[in-house]
């Protein structure tokens, strides 16, 4: 065992040396042969420690994954692509205190999640919605990025982004002409969502880490201080790293790393900026998407010329008619574009867009790549026009300022694209039930309605005796499965997958406070213009949601059915009953997500921010600005001595 220990700890070494800081002490000969000992001591002994090398050879193919929970919420980035846009970010910063930032490089891969549990890697999951991602262990352990034990003994959760260098990317396609991977970003992810680990292997993805996601003990106090518990426990880190200690030296950063980002052998698209101090990342937050107090800084879109060879219009589920061109296959931005979207008719005509016309379009934030304008028209050129009837149903379309809107609400794809609306990540979450899966069960079992899709079963998906192409057993399995899965759901996902004109994700939060549908059914106007994030329009769209008679046998029918939403109920009674309570400082008793649920539990609401209707503050060490405006607002402020007592 003793003998076994030592070459672990030697094989682990040289591995680090080889493939983290890219300077090997040993020759590959020399590192085999020692290798190859201790896979003989392990078959003999049949032991094989935690932090063996052997435990990173490829296994056996998983048959699907599994979702878990992380422990902290997995944020994504708020975007600028201006100055302007940056410098109001520091703008928001400075309001929360003197900080200094840190500026490294946005890979572009996927994002992963590591777990340890006293000092020993346990999981890898990917970041799916931010909350649960899929467990992708097996296919990490193919990785050498990153160490199988740590001596931060906590739990522990860090952050990375899985990436596959250029180079490997186009060594890998030279090997394998008939197998080509298309760019680094998809590739990457391919690799680490492939079922079968030795897949994940031969195409060697990396992961570069960049922050510390969760730790049960202890904590770091600024994102330099995790850039360096990073490294010091043999992670593997970009070496691009600059702590900036004003705007200025940040937009310098970034002019770096916008010259040297092409000439780099990783996909790159832009800079990283995060305020460094801990304190003031506290102070200032996250929205419902984003944290505050960290930005992506976007370089400048790429764009190419094309021709348009057609222009087709869709129904979104609202009845908007927007136009999308399908154009000649074009290069940008990694990846192969077909089509281009435009905002409107009168979007299209702006910019001069016809059928047969070469166009500018460019590829930035969105999905599908926009359409800037007409370069040159031939003599083939053909104006679109302006339709007067839906192209799918043939009802009348209704013009409303610049947008044309199909007029039939029970027109396919509105119906459609409600559905895919209620089944999508941030609502029912049903996995796998795409788009064009719902256009099936539209077309072939008149799935029109929510509730209809809890009536499928095994037999929906059979005609004429036999099983409907496309659909095996493990998928249809797979589905209702997920269909199942989908009737417990939080109040807030169900009321967003509703599509209550106006409601987004963050308005369905503050609704779910009220506890349940039939509370939020019977808010008044008065009530409902009270909610932070409910403004005049939208008060008036939920209540003609609710006073609508089919809505109303639409919510009857999932209870019936079984879904059941479930919020929190604000308790009435405890010590902290009746306060709106703001957390400022860090708290060395406790994390502020548990100080946090502590202080709902005992009947109080949590805030963000101090505002007028804010009744106490919790100032823990360095507190920042929220406890200089609660002074001025003459709020009441207690330490975390008394807090813990009233706890």
């Not at 740590?150 to 952050?159: A, D």
């Not at 030795?198 to 880490?209: A, G, N």
């Not at 691009?240 to 310098?252: K, N």
């Not at 839906?390 to 559905?419: D, K, M, W």
Request: charged residues 30%; negative net charge.
């Amino acid at each position: 065992m003793d003998r076994m220990r030592e070459l672990v700890d030697i094989l682990n070494r040289w591995g680090y040396e080889y493939y983290v800081l890219d300077a090997p002490t040993v020759s590959d000969r020399e590192y085999d042969r020692l290798y190859d000992e201790l896979k003989e001591l392990e078959r003999e002994s049949g032991v094989v420690l935690p932090d063996s090398p052997t435990r990173r050879v490829g296994g056996d193919p998983v048959k699907g994954f599994e979702r878990h929970t992380h422990i902290a919420r997995l944020y994504s980035l708020d975007k600028a692509v201006s100055e302007d846009e940056l410098n109001a970010f520091f703008t928001r910063v400075k309001k929360a205190g003197d900080a200094t930032f840190t500026v490294e490089y946005k890979y572009d891969g996927l994002t992963v999640c590591l777990t340890y549990e006293g000092g020993k890697f346990v999981r890898a999951t990917t970041r799916g919605n931010g909350t649960e991602g899929e467990d992708v262990t097996a296919q990490a352990l193919t990785l050498p990025s990153f160490p199988l034990a740590i001596s931060y003994m906590g739990t522990l959760e860090v952050r990375g982004e899985a990436i596959i260098r250029l180079s490997v990317l186009e060594e890998y396609n030279a090997r394998h002409p008939d197998e080509q991977l298309k760019n680094a970003r998809n590739a990457a992810a391919g690799a680490i969502r492939n079922l079968d680990p030795k897949v994940t292997k031969t195409r060697r993805p990396e992961i570069y880490f960049y922050d510390i996601n969760y730790m049960s003990e202890g904590g770091v106090s600024s994102q330099e201080e995790a850039r360096k518990f990073l490294e010091k426990e043999g992670f593997e880190t970009y070496p691009f790293f600059r702590v900036c200690a004003t705007p200025e030296e940040v937009f310098s950063a970034i002019e770096e790393i916008e010259v040297e980002r092409r000439r780099i052998d990783v996909l790159t698209d832009g800079a990283v900026i995060k305020v460094n101090e801990e304190g003031i990342r506290s102070d200032m937050g996250a929205t419902d998407k984003f944290p505050r107090w960290a930005i992506a800084y976007k370089f400048e879109a790429e764009e190419a010329e094309t021709t348009v060879e057609k222009v087709l219009w869709q129904v979104g589920r609202t009845g908007k008619l927007t136009p999308l061109a399908m154009v000649t296959p074009v290069e940008l931005a990694g990846a192969t574009v077909r089509r281009a979207t435009l905002n409107n008719y009168g979007d299209l005509t702006r910019k001069d867009v016809k059928v047969h016309s070469r166009v500018l379009i460019r590829r930035s934030n969105e999905v599908i790549p926009e359409i800037l304008g007409a370069v040159s028209h031939v003599e083939g050129s053909v104006p679109v026009e302006k339709p007067v009837r839906c192209p799918y149903c043939g009802s009348a379309v209704e013009e409303v300022g610049a947008n044309l809107f199909c007029t039939n609400e029970h027109c396919p794809p509105r119906i459609v694209q409600r559905l895919t609306h209620y089944c999508s990540k941030n609502a029912a979450d049903v996995e796998g039930m795409s788009e064009a899966t719902l256009s099936v069960l539209y077309e072939r079992c008149g799935v029109k309605r929510f509730s209809d899709l809890y009536a499928l079963t095994e037999e929906s998906f059979f005609e004429d005796g036999k099983r409907w192409e496309g659909f095996g057993s493990k998928k249809v399995s797979n589905l209702l499965e997920a269909i199942e899965r989908s009737k417990h759901i939080p109040l807030d996902r169900f009321l967003f997958a509703l599509g209550i004109e106006g409601i987004g994700r963050v308005a369905a939060r503050e609704l779910a406070s009220f506890g349940s549908v039939e509370r939020i059914a019977s808010l008044t106007y008065e009530e409902l213009i009270a909610i932070e994030d409910v403004g005049e329009v939208t008060a008036k769209s939920i209540l003609a949601y609710f006073a609508d008679e089919e809505n109303a046998a639409e919510l009857r029918r999932l209870e019936e059915a079984g879904v059941e939403p479930y919020g929190r109920e604000q308790p009435r009674s405890g010590a902290f009953a009746g306060e709106n309570v703001v957390l400022t400082g860090t708290l060395s008793a406790m994390s502020r997500p548990e100080a946090q649920k502590r202080i709902e539990a005992l009947g109080g609401v949590c805030q963000s921010a101090v505002s007028a209707k804010t009744t106490l503050v919790i100032a823990g060490e360095k507190a920042g600005s929220k406890l200089d405006k609660a002074k001025k607002l003459g709020i009441r402020i207690i330490g975390e001595e008394e807090f813990l007592a009233m706890l």
